[in-house]
């Protein structure tokens, strides 16, 4: 049998902390042993704090479990981190340095030169940067980061191109659901009958992220891909399913057969390693000229797997598609804990 992992999860009210409870129920690696959250949860059992907003139940045996400080030391293993960004840094840093390791959702810690910034899929290499996290954390604690719901599905998408054809350049125009702004998240009246064209500190996550995320692990550091990113965000009034329009440049004259078989035929090492998370596909290329759409396509691969569509030649660069992507599966809990079970893998749990 597998070695069952207790885990600790930080901000385990909120939104994506639910989702985490929700993924990690049954899991063969990993088995919730604490949950910690802000003042007014703490000494509450779960199902007092908590105002469960996913559906179905919180899991039996999770309801009953009492609510603590996100200060070390708790019960656990490991944590999963799913704080705000305003407490993130420093909470995360006191478990890292206690000697907990740290898979963080949060953007604390996404562009420091030693944090791996992670999707399994692109730059598992990059988790040699944890060497250089030793040298001020104890052996066992460390840090590693997913990026920004966004970012995981723009560079997602573009990374079999990227490999197979070189990107030069990409423009993206997102469609971000609402759960990515948490709950309770955009009033009512903002949003309804509504698009909201700012979403504060988005743009520039992913024109920096992806760049790094996409970079070469060289030498104990990862140097940035040089290629052109451009993003405009916008909220609209949909629950979950984060969507993008995205227009690309590449490197050198393709086919467009070419970059759909490139799409369509990704997969990476959490696929060769079966990982418990990892979707069978990870991108699914759709023909039909009125999809991905969210209610239909988000729950792909149980969350996990991106959906691509209306690919075209572009008449100002080179290709265009709309590209789906579950956003608090994919592009947050999902991913840390896919990014979790990779470091088991790896041997750095």
């Known amino acids: 049998m597998k070695k069952k992992y207790r885990v600790g999860i930080l901000g385990a009210t909120g939104m994506v902390g639910q989702r985490f409870i929700q993924l990690l129920a049954n899991h063969p690696q990993f088995e919730v042993s604490a949950l910690a959250a802000s003042d007014r949860s703490q000494g509450k059992p779960y199902y007092e704090a908590c105002a469960w907003r996913l559906s179905g139940h919180a899991p039996e045996t999770i309801r009953s479990m009492r609510v603590q400080a996100p200060t070390p030391p708790i019960d656990c293993d490991l944590v999963f981190s799913s704080l705000p960004g305003d407490i993130a840094r420093a909470t995360e840093q006191s478990f890292a340095e206690a000697g907990y390791p740290v898979i963080s959702n949060s953007s604390a810690f996404r562009m420091d030169d030693d944090v791996p910034l992670l999707i399994p899929e692109i730059n598992h290499d990059h988790l040699g940067l944890l060497d250089q996290q030793r040298k001020r954390y104890s052996d066992r604690g460390f840090i590693v980061t997913n990026p920004n719901c966004s970012t995981i599905m723009l560079a997602l998408a573009l990374a079999p191109l990227h490999l197979n054809f070189g990107v030069e350049a990409t423009i993206a125009t997102t469609l971000q659901a609402l759960s990515g702004a948490g709950y309770p998240g955009v009033a009512s009246l903002d949003i309804l009958d509504n698009v909201l064209p700012y979403i504060g ?47 690309v440049k590449l490197r050198r004259r393709v086919r467009i057969e070419e970059v759909r078989e490139a799409l369509k035929a990704f997969r990476s090492v959490p696929q060769d390693l079966r990982l418990h998370s990892a979707p069978e596909t990870v991108i699914q290329v759709l023909d039909q000229p009125d999809r991905p759409q969210p209610k239909l396509d988000r729950d792909a691969g149980r969350g996990m797997t991106l959906t691509v569509g209306r690919l075209l030649p572009d008449s100002v660069l080179d290709y265009r598609f709309v590209v789906l992507s579950h956003n608090t599966i994919r592009g947050a809990a999902g991913a840390a804990i896919l990014n979790a079970e990779l470091l088991i893998a790896k041997g750095y749990l």
């Open 201 to 247: 500190g988005e743009e520039e996550k992913i024109e920096t992220e992806t760049k790094r995320i996409l970079g070469r692990f060289n030498d104990g550091r990862v140097d940035h891909d040089p290629m052109a990113v451009s993003a405009q965000c916008h909220r609209v009034n949909v629950m979950d399913g984060h969507m993008a329009a995205v227009r």
